[in-house]
């Protein structure tokens, strides 16, 4: 099964990518976690991908493209994956096509979580990353079981500097102008399947598990 999570940066796309991954056996490839862990690691990607990250922008869709196809690349990938923050771009979803055309699969669903731009500012002020695993923590709605510390692996949270107010509102607007389009795009292909991603984490993993089977 192969399969896009579409939304508004903080919709819930990695949390229910997560659960999804998890419950369908398929690699979780987020693109994000990708750039961060080259930026920890402070590789040549990283350096490039951090000016572009900080302020709020995409990373240019070459860099991108390349990134995804390495991935796709590695075994696991095989059979599918549910995609997390890729594509985000027209050209992105272009590229994703021709790959899948030249391999023989096809994109299966494109899961849209939609959520207003006036909640999303209120689940980016909370939201909390771990610096080590990158697993994602919410104050109020995903609390970790101890204050600032991961429950997975036991290092710190942090507030991602994407995540403050200023550079939301800019993701924000960056995600209207090039990323919403691609809903579009895949309600053409006839894939487009809408959840509302307002209710809660549970309600909004069982509007998926409905549209994707037991
Ligand atoms: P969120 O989970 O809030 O939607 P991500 O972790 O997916 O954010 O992405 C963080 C940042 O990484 C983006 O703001 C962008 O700079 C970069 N990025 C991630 N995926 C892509 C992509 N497919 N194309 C371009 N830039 C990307
Ligand atoms: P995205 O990957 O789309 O940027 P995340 O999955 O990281 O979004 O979610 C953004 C923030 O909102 C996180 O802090 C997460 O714990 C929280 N969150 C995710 N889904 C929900 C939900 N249905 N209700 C409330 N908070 C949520
Ligand atoms: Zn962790």
Request: contains cysteine; negative net charge.
């Amino acid at each position: 099964m192969r399969i896009i999570m579409l939304g508004a940066p903080g919709a819930g796309k990695g949390t229910q990518a997560k659960k999804i991954a998890e419950r369908y056996n398929i690699p979780h490839i987020s693109t994000g976690d990708i750039f961060r862990a080259n930026i920890k690691n402070e590789t040549e990607l990283g350096k490039k991908a951090k000016s572009y990250m900080d302020q709020g922008m995409l990373v240019p869709d070459e860099l991108t493209v390349s990134l995804v196809m390495d991935r796709f690349r590695e075994p696991d990938a095989k059979n599918g994956y549910v995609l997390d923050g890729f594509p985000r771009t027209i050209p992105q979803a272009e590229s994703l096509d021709t790959a899948l055309r030249e391999s023989g699969g096809q994109i299966d669903y494109a899961i849209n979580v939609d959520v207003p731009d006036a909640s999303i500012i209120t689940r980016m002020s909370g939201r909390r990353a771990c610096v080590n695993c990158g697993a994602t923590y919410h104050l109020q709605y995903a609390a970790p079981k101890k204050e600032g510390v991961c429950d997975h692996c036991g290092d710190t949270l942090i507030l991602r500097d994407d995540d403050k107010p200023e550079t939301v509102e800019k993701r924000l607007s960056v995600y209207h102008d090039q990323t919403q389009p691609l809903i579009d795009y895949y309600a053409q292909k006839g894939v487009l399947k809408e959840v509302d991603g307002t209710q809660d984490l549970e309600d909004v993993f069982r509007q998926i598990t409905a549209i994707l089977g037991e």
